[in-house]
């Protein structure tokens, strides 16, 4: 019987949750879901000049928006809780001198300023940089000699040539790398003592029993030479599954550099997209359920999810595909929720002023308008005014004709027939005023609406009457007849 599947992610707190990362962590997720197995969330952290606490928390608060929660890690504990690499130092050591007692590694004596000169040398040659392995068989002389002068080693991880690493990958099929290509014998622990990627991240997997390894295939160079520290451990090696990068429209890879906060997580969290929208997308990027289906929940998605139908081809992030699917939650989650979440967008005015109740109509009155939630103070700040502005362009445009003046006269003088809080008898008052003044279209609708809200566009007029209610309908009514007089 196979073991109980065991995926994970691990991100380095070098900068914020990238969308790259945020699929991957979807990914693994779903799969763990699915199969009813365990999600590890641990830090890889060995990067000890960049790391930093704020981006830990800043990937923990994404992962947690996106509904992404784990099994073991942050927050859950276990046995390798927070799972930072840091913490396990003297570990990653220990497994090295494992690795050399059997022949695998060995101590490497270079100065970085040699290193550099053979990375120099190598510039005008035809073969890619790579480590020429030249302290793999010292000498016990030459071995004394590095060590009187003080120098302080760093291990290598011995790769073989020549020498083919293949594997199945769950989602890009039969893979084969030429272990010439891999930059001849690899640090694996540097002379500060301090493990790199590649040998801390197999100790990891070996440690926490991951099964399954899912992440993207800009990894799959590092795949090869981690099988063969696999090997050289003598662990089974894990499943590994490489999805395709993600692109923006013109086939570049999402990068800070180019694309600035718009491929962090957090600038959607803050704008205003809702995690339903961001999980949605981000898994429909290279994977199609199996009926077309576009809209999902999560939990839909953990019941479907498989890796052999992710694409191999590369995904492409459109922010306007993205707005679509945004758009449909803010209108299709529900009303309560989505007022929730709208409040801190309206800081800015006094919500107060309104019932729990008359704030979901107002948000509601809304929402089909709406992209992200960040656009909601803009379209709802008239509902809040003590006094609207009105610029001499609207007063042109919807208030100077005779007829707006009837408008909002007739509508003031029949204020006690609107049944507020129903918005379609509200409108249905005003289609009946209409017809007894002959008039509708723009020269019905407009002076209201540019009474009430100072926009001609917006939510149903029906509903900002509703809403608004009896005295501020009269107050602002009152406030134009004088502006217009």
């Known amino acids: 019987m196979p073991p109980a599947v065991r995926v994970r992610i691990a991100p380095s707190p070098t900068g914020h949750l990238h969308l790259g990362t945020a699929r991957t962590a979807l990914y693994n997720y779903l799969y763990a879901r699915r199969n009813k197995g365990t999600f590890v969330f641990r830090l890889e952290d060995t990067d000890e000049v960049r790391s930093q606490e704020n981006y830990t928390q800043d990937i923990i608060d994404g992962l947690k928006w996106l509904g992404l929660n784990w099994d073991e890690g942050p927050d859950i504990g276990g046995p390798f809780a927070p799972y930072k690499q840091t913490q396990k130092i003297d570990h990653y050591t220990e497994v090295a001198n494992k690795l050399i007692n059997r022949g695998h590694a060995y101590f490497s004596y270079e100065t970085p300023e040699e290193l550099a000169a053979m990375k120099e040398a190598q510039k005008d040659t035809d073969i890619a940089h790579r480590y020429d392995n030249s302290h793999r068989n010292l ?12 120098r302080i080693p760093s291990i290598r991880f011995k790769i073989e040539e020549p020498r083919v690493i293949s594997w199945h990958d769950n989602i890009k099929g039969e893979i084969a790398i030429e272990a010439s290509v891999l930059g001849g014998d690899m640090v694996i622990v540097k002379s500060n003592g301090v493990a790199i990627y590649n040998f801390a991240v197999v100790v990891d997997d070996i440690d926490m029993k991951m099964t399954h390894v899912i992440r993207g295939e800009d990894h799959i160079m590092n795949t090869a030479k981690q099988i063969l520290l696999y090997e ?3 662990h089974q090696v894990p499943e590994f599954a490489h999805a395709p990068l993600i692109f923006d429209l013109d086939r570049a890879k999402l990068s800070k550099r180019k694309h600035g906060e718009a491929v962090h997580i957090n600038k ?9 929208a961001m999980v949605n997308y981000l898994a429909a990027m290279s994977w199609t359920l ?5 809209f999902f929940s999560l939990p839909e998605a953990c019941e479907m ?3 052999y139908k992710i694409s191999k081809s590369p995904a492409v992030f459109d922010v306007q595909k993205l707005n679509w699917y945004n758009a449909h939650y803010i209108r299709s989650l529900p009303i309560e929720l989505i007022t929730e979440r709208a409040k801190p967008y309206l800081t800015l005015v006094e919500t107060q002023t309104y019932s729990s109740s008359e704030l979901e109509q107002i948000v509601g009155s809304v929402r ?3 992209t992200m939630l960040s656009e909601i103070m803009g379209a709802t700040e008239f509902y809040f005014a003590k006094k609207l502005q009105i610029t001499d362009e609207l007063k042109e445009k919807a208030l100077s004709k005779d007829s707006a003046k009837k408008v909002l006269e007739a509508t003031l003088k029949h204020l006690g027939d609107f049944p507020f809080g129903d918005h379609a008898g509200c409108k249905a008052v005003v289609d009946k005023l209409g017809v007894e003044l002959g008039l509708k279209g723009k020269d019905l609708y407009w002076p209201l609406r540019a009474a009430l809200s100072g926009k001609v566009q917006g939510p149903d007029l029906g509903a900002i009457i509703s809403i608004l209610g009896p005295e ?3 107050s602002r009514l009152e406030d134009i007849l004088c502006l217009c007089a």
Not at 139 to 150: H, I, L, R, T
Not at 268 to 276: A, F, I, K, L, T
Not at 290 to 294: N, S
């Open 290 to 294: 199996p009926d077309g289906k576009e």
């Open 139 to 150: 000498s016990k002389d030459q071995v004394e000699k590095y060590v009187a002068e003080g």
């Open 232 to 234: 050289a451990l003598n």
């Open 368 to 370: 089909d308008g709406l």
């Open 472 to 474: 501020r309908v009269k």
């Open 305 to 307: 999810f498989d890796l």
């Open 268 to 276: 959607y969290r803050v704008d205003g997209y809702m995690p339903e």
